[in-house]
């Protein structure tokens, strides 16, 4: 995984790549529209939304060499919607 130093979402963004960036910008504001209850963090070198209170990760995003990555960092989520992301490229927790 390429793992960022950027201190904050805006930050992370203007860094990626220019042919990444529209792609970037627009996850980045459907994750900001439909994750109500979440806020926007920086975790692990990547952007993250977690909900309030225990503060544990639930989606994040990351530049990689060939692709975007999209976690779903919680495995009953992945578990639900499993039948509907089974024809997509999928590591353990992610979608490429």
């Known amino acids: 995984m390429v793992r960022s130093s950027a201190g904050n979402v805006d930050q992370y963004l203007a860094e990626a790549p220019e042919s990444r960036r529209e792609a970037f910008t627009a996850l980045r504001a459907l ?3 439909e994750l109500t209850g ?3 963090v920086m975790a692990y070198g990547m952007p993250a939304y977690e909900r309030e209170g225990p ?3 639930e989606i994040a ?3 990689q060499k ?3 990555s999209f976690y779903l960092l919680r495995t ?3 578990d639900a919607f499993a039948d509907r992301l089974a024809p997509h490229d999928m590591g353990k ?3 490429r």
């Open 31 to 33: 994750c900001r529209e």
């Open 38 to 40: 979440f806020r926007e």
């Open 55 to 57: 503060g544990t990760g």
């Open 61 to 63: 995003f990351a530049d």
């Open 66 to 68: 060939q692709y975007i």
């Open 76 to 78: 009953d989520v992945r």
């Open 93 to 95: 927790g992610c979608l």
